[in-house]
């Protein structure tokens, strides 16, 4: 049994609550501890930890605990296992399925940012436990990545590449996602501006462009028609004889490369 998974935390220096009777709750032994697994509850959108008695007790058609580990919105860890728990499902690999596996479930919907203090939360303690269990920081893995066939599951909802590469930092205060989009940098001109801010500028040119885009189809498609109404044989333009549709179309053409500059 996994009896020393709230010491493994508080050494982190995360918030912990040990639930009552998590020393011996579980499906029995597991075989040993090969990764960790990170879930989302996708449970309600506030509360600290609305899904913690499901994740303990279990849920219809599948009997409780549903994970070892509950982290709640405020960087609580709630201790609710040392054995065996039903969090896995179906895996790619038999070390990645509930014998061998700490399953994570963060309060959290799966759509919402991730409050910047849980997720900080999440790597301290997911990189304590992978060190203290001496699971290598590519066995670290999402739900989604482990669960078969691809696309069961989808939790949970943050890049799990930017995740592990996280874990083999020592700061204290982690860079977030919602951190990683306020941060300042220097634009194209050298204003110092923020990543999301030069995000919404781009996606605005592009609207801008796709607009220029669609309103030049539109009277290339004028055009043609225009040319098509004419007598489909060459015709003289100060010498030498020039077919209409191949001007119209090279006139598209230069268009459209100027739209795409």
Not at 142 to 160: M, Q, S, V, Y
Not at 221 to 231: F, S, Y
Not at 239 to 253: F, G, I, K, Y
Request: charged share 20%; glycine share 10%; net charge neutral.
């Amino acid at each position: 049994m996994l009896t020393g998974l709230a010491d493994v935390l508080r050494g982190a220096g995360v918030a912990v609550v040990e639930r009552p009777g998590w020393r011996t709750r579980g499906h029995g032994q597991m075989s040993g501890v090969r990764c960790v697994v990170l879930h989302h509850t996708a449970g309600p959108a506030t509360g600290e930890a609305p899904s913690l008695g499901v994740v303990e007790n279990g849920r219809p058609g599948l009997t409780g605990p549903l994970a070892q580990l509950v982290l709640g919105r405020s960087g609580t860890w709630y201790v609710v296992a040392a054995g065996l728990c039903h969090h896995t499902g179906a895996t790619f690999e038999p070390w990645q399925g509930n014998a061998w596996a700490i399953g994570i479930e963060a309060e959290a919907t799966g759509r919402d940012p991730w409050p910047p203090v849980q997720y900080s939360s999440y790597l301290r303690g997911a990189r304590a436990l992978a060190d203290h269990y001496g699971v290598a920081h590519s066995r670290v893995l999402g739900h989604r990545e482990i669960a078969r066939p691809l696309g069961r599951k989808t939790d949970p909802n943050f890049d799990l590449a930017t995740f592990r590469a996280a874990l083999t930092t020592q700061e204290s205060t982690m860079t977030t996602p919602a951190g990683v989009w306020a941060a300042p940098i220097r634009n194209f001109n050298g204003d110092v501006v923020q990543a999301q801010q030069i995000l919404v500028g781009a996606e605005a040119r592009v609207a801008d462009l796709q607009r220029d885009l669609a309103a030049a189809r539109a009277e290339i498609a004028v055009l043609a028609a225009k040319v098509d109404a004419v007598t489909p044989g060459p015709v003289t333009v100060n010498n030498p004889p020039v077919d209409l549709r191949v001007l119209a179309a090279t006139v598209a053409d230069v268009l459209a490369e100027r739209l795409r500059s």
